[in-house]
């Protein structure tokens, strides 16, 4: 049984034109959700960690928000090197440390 | 910036092979982490430690072994390569700020068994 699931699978924005991804999950007991940015060939870098409903976190062109079902994650006036995969995982509170992820959704900005 | 080395990053060794991916953090972290991607795919765990001396199996049955002697080193082996092992293999750690909920994740070994 899938606890996260992503959409789109694939992004692709023109600079500046604003968008959001959707992580939906599936869990007894929310511990936090998490979005990693992925670049390829490399480790997910961490961006933010989101704990309960209403609560929103910003990161330069990032703002992060989270419902009791899903998260979004808003790219306002994306650049070029906003172009990664962003990946969302949620951490049950049944689970030690643990996390789930999602299949992520591949974001490319052209300039 | 988190300090987490992984090598090699990229292996491309025979079928029977027995093979060791290295991971290693300066950051005193004590929990650690080995998780499989394959492209498009989501991260699965495989395995995990709670510090030195202890390791859990994962979510995702693996035929792989780890080992935590040290704080800051977990490798990860295979006794015998198979070609259902080709993946790309990431390590990640956390420390105990925040309640462990940021991991720190290496860059990666892209793994190719023929």
């Known amino acids: 049984e899938d606890q996260v699931t992503q959409s789109p699978e694939a992004l692709r924005l023109q600079e500046g034109e604003s968008s959001s991804l959707n992580c939906s999950y599936t869990?007894?007991?929310?511990?936090?959700l998490f979005w990693y940015r992925q670049d390829p060939g490399k480790g997910p870098e961490f961006l933010f960690t989101?704990?309960?409903a209403g609560e929103e976190k910003e990161k330069e062109r990032l703002k992060a928000t989270l419902t009791k079902k899903e998260s979004f994650l808003h790219i306002t006036a994306p650049k070029p090197e906003d172009s990664a995969t962003y990946l969302c995982?949620?951490?049950?509170?049944?689970?030690?440390?643990?996390?789930?992820f999602g299949a992520g959704t591949t974001v490319t900005v052209r300039a | 910036e988190a300090d987490i080395y992984q090598t090699p990053r990229y292996l491309v060794i025979g079928t029977g092979k027995k093979i060791t991916l290295e991971c290693s953090q300066t950051m005193g972290h004590d929990k650690m982490y080995w998780y499989q991607q394959d492209p498009g795919m989501e991260l699965h765990l495989i395995h995990y430690s709670y510090g030195v001396n202890s390791t859990e199996k994962g979510d995702l049955s693996s035929e792989s072994t780890v080992s935590r002697i040290r704080t800051e080193h977990f490798p990860l082996t295979l006794e015998s390569a198979r070609p259902s092992h080709t993946s790309q293999y990431l390590c990640?750690?956390?420390?105990?700020?925040?309640?462990?909920?940021?991991?720190?994740f290496g860059p990666g070994t892209r793994l190719t068994v023929l």
């Open positions: 869990v007894s007991g929310l511990r936090g």
């Open positions: 989101l704990y309960s």
């Open positions: 995982a949620v951490r049950e509170e049944s689970n030690d440390y643990k996390l789930s």
């Open positions: 990640a750690s956390s420390a105990p700020g925040q309640g462990y909920n940021e991991q720190f």
